[in-house]
């Protein structure tokens, strides 16, 4: 593949997609489904998630992806809700 490519983290790998494609509908849809439910264990994994989509959001606003963009700062929002969740739900051990 030559250009320049959005870069997707996944649990296994990455996915590349050329911009023009714009953000992927299928990207992190397990942790927008509401049947996707964390503990307190999952924060580590959980923050470490946020911590890299908001590299890749801020690389994709360099690049004025704004579809990507946008895609990794909402996927940020729901993370922090998990965190939040799993933090405060009772007898989350």
Do not use: V
């Not at 983290?9 to 714009?22: D, I, K, N, V």
């Not at 700062?73 to 998990?82: D, G, Q, S, V, Y």
């Amino acid at each position: 593949m030559t250009g320049p490519t959005i870069k997707t983290a996944l649990a296994s790998g990455y996915c590349l997609r050329a911009p023009a494609q714009q953000a992927c509908t299928y990207a992190n849809i397990c942790e927008h489904c509401p049947s996707f439910h964390t503990t307190i264990q999952d924060i580590p994994a959980l923050t470490r998630q946020r911590d890299t989509a908001a590299a890749l959001a801020d690389d994709a606003q360099h690049r004025g992806w704004d579809s990507e963009t946008e895609r990794h700062l909402k996927l940020i929002t729901r993370l922090n809700n998990l965190i939040d969740t799993a933090a405060t739900r009772p007898n989350a051990g």
